[in-house]
């Protein structure tokens, strides 16, 4: 198991930036793969940005070339770089880790951080 909580989230204007972390509670260098998610109001959660073990990166269309995820071995963090942010982000982002390899509905996950875009 592992423990994810993440921080960073909050209100920006649109066209702004954050930066999303999460905190393991171990090692994350043997993790299979961690990501991003995310899940508006009325809607699923969705991905948002992945990263294998290996350290390829995989992002949803909507935020090719905005978005950047990142991780910290050494300090166990994954981040999520977010820039150019439009309303249409908002959302609760949630953090998982894939330690078992079945994928992220078998891992873990965070409380979740809320971003909000104004207009």
């Known amino acids: 198991q592992v423990q994810l909580v993440e921080s960073g989230g909050g209100l920006v204007q649109a ?3 954050l930066r999303l ?5 171990r ?12 899940q508006a109001p009325g809607k699923q959660r969705d991905m948002v940005a992945t990263i294998t073990r290996g350290g390829s990166t995989n992002y ?4 090719k070339g905005r978005f950047t995820i990142s991780r910290d071995i050494a300090d166990n963090t994954l981040y999520l770089r977010m820039n150019s942010l439009k309303p249409e982000d908002t959302a609760v982002y949630y953090c998982n880790a894939d330690f078992r390899g079945l994928g ?9 951080t809320q971003v909000t875009v104004s207009s």
């Open 15 to 17: 066209g702004g930036s």
């Open 21 to 25: 972390s999460c905190a393991a509670s």
């Open 27 to 38: 090692s994350i260098f043997s993790i299979n793969a961690m990501g991003w998610y995310r």
């Open 60 to 63: 949803a269309d909507s935020v």
């Open 104 to 112: 992220a509905d078998f891992g873990s996950w965070g409380q979740g």
